[in-house]
């Protein structure tokens, strides 16, 4: 039975990837009419239109499963659907049909952001928010159609919904996103949704029996009166030893648990101690303190959300990574919007913040190498490194600095890094940097788009400063060229300072300390195109450094094919 079972499985994915082979030829050939140098090879987007937030990620019976905020008719944000993909390996991706249209009278201007929750019994659920026919947001529940179909193709929407209406007091504008739920000490589920109270951001908590019947608590999850607006709260534990992710419902000793929420376009988060009978959320350090905020991504990534990978025993973060260039580009290109790549997330060995890696299967798509040891370069120098897809790359460099004494003084402790990075950017030499990688550059340097550290001395301690310095990005002056930064916590006097940089065309996602701190920009590149692309190392301090290590892989393009009638169900 078992045989056969597996036999009926193979059969149907046959016939899944001929038609993903005849989709993937008509695509090419729709899309070899314009010139496209700004879509990605191994980042996720769909074939065409815009995309958004990534919805209800989730591992579902040997297959990955990404949702994501989707336009069916245009390259702008409107019409808001959930499109749906599945992945055998996270990296290589097959589009299938629509899974939630906005249809019915609780969603009919738009099925917004939602989550995916696993079931005890191995069943998934989706929690979305509805646009209802007065455009105030309410929260709906769907199922799968066919739970022993794992590509889970058809949803339907519950005879419930909506199942939640804004409470009183709540504004119906400001109520959307729930999370992936989880189970507290009592077996009853809990979500929250984000909202905003008198302007301040508010992660509004529910409990329920049975998943279908909501009953707010007497006080939310957490809320701040430094913040605005809450949108896609994502709430999870985090292991105090080791690098295993932990399921959402996980209670167990040796935990934190993190709250992230989106809010001016970045992605805050925080840690703290979750009780889960109480539902208590004591935080170590709150949003918007004068410590500094922790934040996923210091650059371009927004609506992320996580989800626990059982298969691997890992927690896996995604991201929309929205553009930089003008509405008018995006109805000439005729797509906007990509996800980040596939991240996992730990907690660091000092407990203070979250580490990010992109996920080891993106190894896959390496292919031609170019590595150097211990390479010296000398201050005020540049090392060309060739031989690969500079448009089209991974890049792992580690630097070894001396004389640290001779840093740049920092006099004040309470910076903005982004501020730093504008005002000291590449072109400004220091003593110990700025140092890092000039990428899509063109031959004669008038573009390029700059990822480095400079590191200061500051009392008795030193900081490193990460940029990714996007001012001379493009030749076209009306793209977005902000300078992003973040500070890097770790010692250059023990540790080595580390960059890893993924390429791919239009975006540059930076990965400082091992995945102490990232980066992800947009760029525009007139002449840094395909082959025209080139890659340099680059030192404009005084001092001298080591490159300890560097290897640069050309990338192979990921397989991302389209399947399924679209429109089929759309009225
Ligand atoms: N995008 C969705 C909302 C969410 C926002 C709408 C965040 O549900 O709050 O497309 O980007």
């Known amino acids: 039975m078992e045989f056969f079972g597996f036999l009926v499985l193979c059969l149907c994915y046959m016939l899944v990837f001929i038609r993903v082979e005849v989709a993937a030829l008509r695509n090419h050939a729709a899309l070899s009419e314009v010139s496209q140098p700004y879509r990605t090879a ?43 993909a599945i992945s055998y390996d996270l990296i290589n991706w097959v589009n299938l049909d ?56 058809e949803w339907v929407k519950s005879s419930l919904n909506p199942i939640l209406s804004p409470p009183e007091g709540i504004d119906a504008m400001s109520y959307r996103d729930p999370s992936t739920a989880w189970m507290g000490q009592d077996g009853q589920w809990r979500v929250v949704i984000g909202s905003e109270l008198d302007h301040h951001g508010l992660a509004i908590l529910y409990k329920s029996k049975d998943f279908r019947h909501w009953i707010r608590t007497s006080s939310p999850l957490h809320s701040s009166n430094k913040t605005i607006m809450w949108e896609c709260p994502d709430f999870y534990p985090v292991s105090t030893n080791g690098k295993n992710g932990l399921d959402t419902s996980a209670i167990q000793k040796n935990i934190k648990h993190v709250l992230k929420v989106s809010f001016k376009t970045h992605d805050y988060y925080i840690l703290g101690k979750y009780d889960p009978k109480s539902d208590k959320y004591d935080v170590d350090i709150d949003f918007m303190d004068s410590r500094g905020s922790l934040q996923y991504d210091y650059g371009r990534f927004y609506a992320s959300k996580s989800f626990y990978d059982g298969h691997k025993k890992r927690r896996v973060l995604w991201s929309w990574i929205n553009e930089g260039d003008s509405e ?5 290109k005729g797509w906007s919007g990509l996800q980040s790549i596939p991240r996992s997330i730990w907690l660091s060995e000092n407990g203070d913040q979250l580490v990010q890696w992109p996920v080891k299967e993106l190894k896959k798509l390496r292919k031609r190498k170019v590595h150097y040891k211990n390479k010296e370069l000398k201050g005020g120098s540049l090392f060309q490194i060739s031989g690969i897809t500079a448009s089209q790359a991974d890049v792992e460099i580690t630097f070894s600095l001396s004389n640290l004494n001779e840093a740049e003084v920092l006099t004040s402790d309470v910076i903005d890094p982004q501020i730093l990075c504008t005002q000291k950017n590449a072109s400004v030499s220091g003593s110990q940097g700025p140092f890092g990688l000039l990428v899509l550059a063109s031959k004669d340097l008038t573009e390029h788009t700059a990822v480095f550290f400079r590191v200061f001395r500051s009392a008795n301690s030193f900081r490193v400063l990460m940029c990714s310095d996007q001012k001379r990005s493009s030749l076209r002056q009306e793209v977005n060229k902000t300078i992003y930064g973040a500070f890097l916590v770790l010692d250059p006097r023990h540790e080595k300072i580390s960059l890893r940089t993924l390429i791919d065309h239009s975006i540059v996602e930076s990965f400082g300390g091992d995945g102490l701190a990232c980066i992800t920009a947009r760029v525009y590149p007139k002449l840094a195109i395909e082959e025209q692309a080139q890659l340099y190392v680059f030192n404009n301090g005084s001092q001298s450094l080591i490159i300890s290590s560097l290897s640069a892989w050309s990338m192979k393009k990921a397989q991302i094919v389209s399947i399924g009638k679209r429109r089929k169900h759309i009225k």
């Open 42 to 84: 191994f980042h996720f987007q769909p074939s065409k239109n815009w995309m958004n937030d990534p919805n209800g990620p989730m591992y579902y019976k040997g297959v990955y499963h990404i949702f994501y905020q989707y336009n069916p008719y245009g390259a702008l944000w409107g019409n808001i659907s959930w499109g749906h």
């Open 98 to 153: 629509i899974a939630l249209i906005p249809n019915e009278p609780y969603d009919i201007n738009g099925c917004f952001s939602g989550s995916a929750t696993i079931f005890p019994n191995g069943e998934p659920a989706i929690l979305y928010t509805g646009a209802d026919t007065n455009k105030h947001q309410v929260q709906n529940l769907a199922f799968p159609k066919n739970v022993s179909d794992p590509l889970l193709t």
């Open 328 to 332: 008018s580009d995006d109805n000439k």
